[in-house]
């Protein structure tokens, strides 16, 4: 029986520690050639370009596909993944993803935060105040003891009204900031989630044992981190060491500058699953390049379908078998 679970019910559904024990899992298994992940691919359309990614979990018995359309239409109607049984092809459900795609983002970086950055570390500083920066701050707050946050955009308003909601929701001390470098400066723990097109983040501004969870620039005319941001992490990790190579201007640029090797770059399932340490040092500077990959959307959608079956929810669609 397949099911359309629609935004209302996957909120229902999964939560952020949902997102996080589904996304630590896949990445675990990623270290552990447990699963395929197909890079991003991009197709000019009229008016833009659409998105599809797609994905293998065979420890799961899942693949799934899905189809962004937003950057194209300005809705969120066009946004659908679909998930299938591995060993039958059959379609189990038709999910959309706006709610999800911004709980797996958010798991990502506090997955990639667990095992990334100092335990002890309580201070966040947060570059944007959209939908993904509010996920971003939740799944940090589960994962590491923050006590502050300091954030930045660039609408006094905006960040007022996210400072307000975050402070209230997840119970930190958190202040509006009028500048980026206020908010990286002494920062333990820095995420950047922003539409910038040119740094928000500079190295010179980083403190020993920072970690950065860079997140927002994955078109080539985006960029959140300079030069010396990038060259100061003594590991750069990226949910997918492919599909950064074209993704990422904030890695491409020091590569092409002959300053940074694709070498350097290694898996974010490979230190979960334990087999490359992320830091030698307290002092050292870790870096997440996220990129928003498909094994992180099987992985949710999968636990969404399963807990729908489980409760009796969701819109059963007709039979498609033919």
Known sequence: ?????????????????DALAAVEEVF????????????????????????ITAAVLSYRGYYGVKISSTAVFGSNAGRMFCLYKEESGELCAIVQVFAMGALRTGAASGIAT????????????????GRQARTQVEAICAVRPIKSVKVYSPTPANREKFCA???????????????????VRDSEIIVSA??????????????PGAHINAIGANYEHRRELDRDA?????????????????ESTDLAIPVNEGALSWDNVVSLGDIVAGKIKSRKAATDITLFKSLGVAIEDVALAARAYEKALALGVGLELPDLAG
């Open 1 to 17: 029986m397949a099911i359309l679970l629609d935004e209302q019910c996957i909120r229902g559904l999964i939560g952020m520690p």
């Open 28 to 51: 675990h298994a990623q270290g552990n050639d447990g699963v395929y992940n197909v890079p991003r691919v991009r197709a000019p359309v009229s008016g833009g370009i659409v998105r």
């Open 114 to 129: 667990k095992y990334m950055s100092n335990p002890e570390a309580q201070t966040l500083g947060v570059l944007g105040s």
């Open 165 to 183: 909601d975050i402070a209230a929701a997840f119970k930190v001390e958190a202040n509006a900031v009028g500048e980026p470098e206020q908010a």
């Open 194 to 207: 922003t539409t910038a097109e040119q740094p928000v983040v500079c190295g010179r501004w980083l403190r």
């Open 230 to 246: 990038v060259l100061s992490a003594a590991t750069i990790a990226a949910d997918d060491v492919e599909q950064v190579r074209y």
